[in-house]
């Protein structure tokens, strides 16, 4: 698969991903331009997003519906080569964090000690665990009702220690491929290989569900174990707020 494709489906996953979990909140909208998911009580996804390169009047329109909805963030897909990142901050957007899409063809599988037990959330007490556990770990709130209102589309695993939650995962499949999202583990409970871990399974688990690609979009943290289990870059996103 040639890489601008990757990169469409990158970000198709990314987004449909959003417009997905905001859907049962009537939380997602979409104009000409641009879309936006924000759910109330939740700290994610709140994002605005564009399909296109970014014109002076889409960046005004956006700027209008953050001023609106505030906690939004504007995540700019640097695949243009345009420069039009400069027109959001020109207008008072600032960076606010950094990831980078990456992608892995998914041609055998990862062997691993296996030292946690996981679990696919589908109750409302797993639900609960889940969402508890997952801003010790990223340092914002995913709502117990995200999981629950989206357990068939998404699939939500909990991953524990010695019966002690300790980590999370999402996985969502989008044709042939699929996107590994909130890879976290608590903080004491890092640098232990644990994140590698459950990476490994996420992998593992994309190959048994015949996906051909695993996509991810990674952060300055967890960058350097995507690396080391084969993940290539694809593209920069600036995630800006106002």
């Known amino acids: 698969m040639k890489n601008s494709t990757l990169i469409r489906e990158n970000i198709d996953n990314l987004t449909g991903l959003w417009k997905t979990v905001g859907t049962p909140f009537e939380s997602y909208h979409k104009n000409e331009n641009l879309e936006y998911c924000q759910i109330e009580n939740s700290g994610w996804p709140n994002k605005l997003w564009f399909r296109t390169d970014i014109s002076e009047s889409d960046a005004e329109?956006?700027?209008?519906?953050?001023?609106?909805n505030p906690g939004l963030v504007l995540p700019y897909f640097d695949i243009h080569h345009s420069n039009s990142d400069k027109i959001l901050e020109d207008k008072g957007l600032t960076v606010k964090t950094e990831q980078?899409?990456?992608?892995?063809k998914l041609d055998q599988k990862f062997s691993y000690e296996s030292n946690l037990v996981f679990k696919r959330v589908t109750t409302k007490d797993d639900a609960e665990i889940w969402a508890d556990l997952y801003p010790n770990a990223f340092g914002y709130v995913i709502s117990k009702e995200i999981l629950v209102e989206n357990y068939h589309q998404v699939?939500?695993?909990?991953?524990?220690?010695?019966?002690?939650?300790?980590?999370?995962?999402?996985?969502?499949?989008t044709g042939n491929t699929i996107g590994i999202h909130g890879v976290g583990v608590i903080p004491e409970m890092r640098r232990k290989g644990f994140a590698e871990e459950?990476?490994?399974?996420?992998?593992?688990?994309?190959?048994?569900?015949?996906?051909?690609?695993?996509l991810l979009q990674a952060s300055a943290m967890g960058k350097d174990i995507y690396t080391r289990l084969g993940f290539e870059d694809l593209f920069v996103i600036k995630n800006y707020i106002f």
């Open 155 to 173: 699939q939500f695993y909990l991953f524990s220690l010695d019966k002690q939650p300790i980590g999370t995962c999402m996985l969502f499949q």
């Open 61 to 68: 329109n956006a700027i209008e519906i953050m001023q609106e």
């Open 100 to 104: 980078v899409a990456m992608v892995l």
């Open 198 to 214: 459950i990476m490994k399974f996420a992998l593992n688990l994309s190959i048994d569900l015949k996906a051909e690609y695993a």
